[in-house]
């Protein structure tokens, strides 16, 4: 099964950079996903690694390095509406797929 | 395209009483989860579906919760009967395959509060 542990909270100020780390022990991999969650919210997909490196989308960059188990999501020139908890998710590698959550990082932006 | 319906979206039960949530996934989607997300805490994985078959329902409490997903669309799932702890965020979602890039989708869930 997959371990998977984040920051339970972080504050930034708006228009700061804030970034989540995300450390796994799996058994197997098949691809790693953020996702974010406002309060009574169903959760949104952000962002997908499944090789090292960097991916950028816009204000939002993951990156991944395999070897270390470890991931972070780096959200850029923050607003308030980013304010919301952040989840790291992680694909099994079996046949069908299971997503596995981190307990997710609360996100906290302050003007 | 529609997204993922979830009903009730909220439910207050007293202990011990019974209650179902009905999903319709994404049209075409052959990955079926539902997951439990109590307060503070990330989605825990209860049972997943390959088109009308169950592949996954290691953490599911199956003394008193069961699923279906019954011609490999609409699922719903049952807790009978129902203990304090059970209260939490239900969550379905749905992916068009069980690999790769594809991310899962998410309704809005149901909201269960037993009393």
């Known amino acids: 099964g997959q371990n998977i542990d984040q920051p339970t909270e972080m504050t930034a100020t708006e228009g700061a950079i804030v970034q989540i780390n995300c450390t796994y022990q799996?058994?197997?991999?098949?691809?790693l996903f953020w996702y974010q969650q406002h309060a009574g919210e169903a959760p949104t997909f952000l962002s997908y690694n499944v090789l090292d490196g960097l991916e950028e989308k816009g204000r939002f960059s993951s990156f991944l390095s395999r070897s270390k188990g470890y991931s972070y999501l780096l959200l850029k020139e923050l607003q308030m509406k980013d304010s919301a908890s952040y989840l790291c998710a992680v694909r099994g590698p079996d046949s069908w797929g299971k997503f596995q959550f981190g307990a997710g990082t609360q996100v906290v932006v302050t003007p | 395209e529609a997204g993922v319906a979830q009903s009730p979206r909220y439910k207050i039960i007293e202990k011990r009483q019974s209650v179902a949530f009905w999903c319709n996934p994404i049209s075409g989607h052959a990955t079926l989860y539902w997951y439990q997300q109590i307060l503070g805490q990330g989605p825990k994985l209860l049972i997943q579906f390959q088109n009308n078959g169950v592949v996954d329902d290691s953490q599911l409490p199956k003394d008193r919760f069961s699923a279906e997903r019954l011609k490999g669309v609409d699922s719903t799932l049952k807790i009978q009967p129902a203990k304090l702890e059970d209260s939490a965020v239900y969550l379905c979602?749905?992916?068009?395959?069980?690999?790769?890039?594809?991310?899962?989708?998410f309704g809005q869930g149901t909201r269960l509060t037993v009393v």
């Open positions: 979602a749905s992916s068009s395959r069980g690999r790769g890039n594809t991310e899962a989708f």
């Open positions: 799996t058994s197997g991999f098949n691809g």
